[in-house]
């Protein structure tokens, strides 16, 4: 059954403080890995799609890494607006067109 | 703000009411997903479309009722819930189905938040 894990459930961090989010899945041939941010009462918004192990993106202050187990989503210099809370997904090829979301990691930054 | 436009934002209903969500994504896609996300709980997938064919339900009561009248628009009826039902319910779309193989990213929607008393 396909599963995706992450941790920690909750980060709080000093606002330049680095870090990283741990998604760690198990899934029936990987189409791909979703990383989505979500701010209170909003949707999901979409950060990166990796398809591949090694694979690796960056977008402003984030940047996602892939490997056959797991996925990180490195927080270089965190500002207070990065607190969010950070979904992982994934899509198999068993799934029509379903993503496995994991439970999300709260991030907190402080100034 | 993303393509895809969700109404009502928020909802508060009792369990006799007879209510309905709407979706409707401007991005051009072909498949369409609803989700639930209530409290401490991972997103649930509860329908995929495909060009305007359901191609999944995901065991959901049959209170819910989808409508995907064409690409651009999904409905989702409600009767008859359950105060556990409370939950935001969230729109996706992507470009295509899974179906043609490859993995494709879903845009999601701002959700209705809905209340059942």
């Known amino acids: 059954e396909d599963q995706v894990t992450q941790s920690p459930e909750a980060l709080r961090l000093q606002e330049g403080e680095s870090s990283s989010l741990n998604c760690s899945y198990t899934?029936?041939?990987?189409?791909?890995l979703f990383w989505y941010r979500q701010d209170p009462g909003k949707g999901p918004e979409f950060l990166f799609t990796?398809?591949?192990a090694g694979e690796e993106k960056e977008k402003e202050r984030l940047k996602a890494t892939l490997t056959k187990k797991e996925s990180f989503l490195h927080i270089t210099a965190p500002k207070p607006e990065d607190s969010a809370t950070y979904l992982c997904?994934?899509?198999?090829?068993?799934?029509?067109?379903?993503?496995?979301f994991g439970q999300g990691t709260t991030l907190q930054v402080k100034p | 703000e993303t393509g895809v436009t969700q109404t009502p934002r928020h909802l508060v209903m009792g369990m006799t009411n007879k209510k309905s969500l709407k979706c409707e994504q401007h991005?051009?896609?072909?498949?369409m997903y609803w989700y639930k996300q209530s409290a401490k709980k991972p997103l649930e997938l509860m329908f995929v479309?495909?060009?305007?064919?359901?191609?999944e339900n995901n065991s959901v009561p049959s209170r819910f009722s989808p409508e995907c009248p064409n690409s651009s628009h999904l409905f989702l009826h409600l009767h008859t819930l359950q105060p556990e039902d409370s939950a935001l319910y969230l729109c996706?779309?992507?470009?295509?189905?899974?179906?043609?193989?490859?993995?494709?990213?879903?845009?999601f929607g701002p959700g209705t938040r809905l209340t059942v008393l």
């Open positions: 996706a779309s992507s470009q295509e189905s899974i179906l043609a193989g490859g993995a494709d990213t879903q845009y």
């Open positions: 899934v029936s041939g990987l189409r791909g």
């Open positions: 990796l398809y591949s």
């Open positions: 997904a994934v899509q198999g090829s068993s799934n029509t067109g379903k993503l496995i």
């Open positions: 991005l051009g896609h072909n498949a």
């Open positions: 479309y495909n060009f305007k064919e359901q191609t």
